[in-house]
């Protein structure tokens, strides 16, 4: 047989094979990627994970354990915070704190169900057995602190960590420091007195003197008596005089 009818009929075989397994229709090309899933529109996403990693975890750390913000992972928070609670302050947020609100209702990104997965996820964290038979603070002060009252509780549960004054110590940082407490709100700083913040080891109610927890209104007073260390005028670091000009 001649050689070019050959190398002819060779060739025209082999496109005829290549065009019935890639018919022309076919839109993927040899050797490329494969058709993306196509994106959900953002408040479509109902995945827990994704939205508290989206939204939360850059304050309260990977899976809620604490970074710059309270840790939300701790059967002392979710046993004393009711879903009302965990829900406000995700919808609203905490006025006066870099706690943002996130309810499209409210300025935020989030539909009201998306809030609904967040809370129910972190309400998934809670240990509710480990509190049978256990007396708990309640979230919100029943009766008003007495700063004077709270001072002599800080002595006795605090300052062995925080120092004597609350500028710090060598267990603990210092919490009467200015720029902090303008950024906590009254409620926030109750919170961490009850709940403790398990990433930094700050134990809560129970743990600063052992086999004596806090009652209500010692964590009520002691409270007072930080509030009371918040200067009129957070962030300015010493006083104007009456004649300076701005």
């Known amino acids: 047989m001649n050689s070019r009818y050959f190398t002819i009929g060779f060739w025209l075989t082999s496109a005829a094979v290549v065009a019935a397994l890639f018919p022309s229709g076919c839109s993927r090309t ?65 006025p006066g704190t870099p706690m943002t609100a996130f309810a499209k209702s409210a300025g935020g990104q989030l539909t009201n169900r998306q809030i609904d997965v967040i809370v129910g996820g972190i309400r998934s964290w809670a240990r509710p057995d480990q509190f049978t038979g256990v007396s708990l603070p309640p979230y919100k002060a029943d009766t008003p602190g007495n700063p004077h009252s709270g001072a002599a509780v800080y002595v006795k549960f605090c300052a062995s960590c925080h120092g004597a004054n609350g500028e710090g110590g060598p267990k603990a940082s210092a919490i009467v420091a200015g720029s902090y407490l303008a950024l906590v709100s009254d409620q926030n700083l109750r919170t961490i007195v009850i709940a403790g913040w398990p990433s930094i080891n700050a134990p809560d109610w129970r743990g600063d003197v052992p086999d004596n927890p806090l009652s209500p209104q010692q964590i009520s007073d002691v409270v007072a008596w930080l509030v009371a260390q918040r200067p009129q005028f957070p962030g300015q670091p010493y006083p104007s005089r009456p004649d300076e000009k701005l």
């Open 30 to 94: 040899l050797g490329g990627p494969g058709k993306a899933p196509e994106a959900l529109p953002p408040e479509e996403v109902l995945d827990f994970n994704t939205l508290f990693n989206q939204n939360c975890a850059g304050c309260h750390g990977a899976e809620g354990k604490g970074a710059a913000a309270i840790t939300l992972h701790n059967p002392v928070y979710l046993a004393i915070a009711s879903d009302d609670v965990i829900r406000q302050v995700a919808s609203r947020g905490v």
